[in-house]
């Protein structure tokens, strides 16, 4: 994740943009949520998509999710390495049973 959130701190800087404020962040991020939940839905949900609708894929809708996601913690200053291993610790420990297959 380091990587990536390097990546898109470098993007930000070349263009001169700077980050949008947290709650802009979020707002971004939301909106990503929503282009990804309309492609599943296209794909594995009861909704078609009409004729008229922008071709778009599920994993080009994860990468902007990504994207924004990594602009959100930047602006924060969270390192998602450090968020991911701690969320890793709370799965292997508090939750190690919680979704054990039932008999």
């Known amino acids: 994740m380091r990587k990536i959130q390097k990546q898109t701190?470098?993007?930000?800087?070349?263009?001169?943009?700077?980050?949008?404020?947290p709650h802009g962040c979020f707002v971004a991020m939301a909106e990503e949520v929503g282009e990804l939940a309309r492609e599943i839905?296209?794909?594995?949900?009861p909704k078609k998509k009409k004729a008229t609708e922008k071709n778009n894929n599920i994993a080009d809708e994860l990468g902007d999710l990504?994207?924004?996601?990594?602009?959100?913690?930047?602006?924060?200053?969270?390192?998602?390495?450090?968020?991911?291993?701690?969320?890793?610790?709370?799965?292997y420990t508090r939750d190690k049973d919680r979704y054990k297959k039932k008999k």
């Not at 913690?73 to 610790?89: G, P, W």
């Open 66 to 91: 990504l994207f924004t996601t990594a602009c959100l913690a930047n602006s924060l200053n969270i390192d998602l390495d450090k968020s991911f291993e701690r969320l890793l610790k709370k799965l």
């Open 41 to 45: 839905n296209h794909v594995y949900g």
């Open 9 to 21: 701190d470098d993007w930000i800087k070349k263009c001169g943009y700077g980050y949008f404020s």
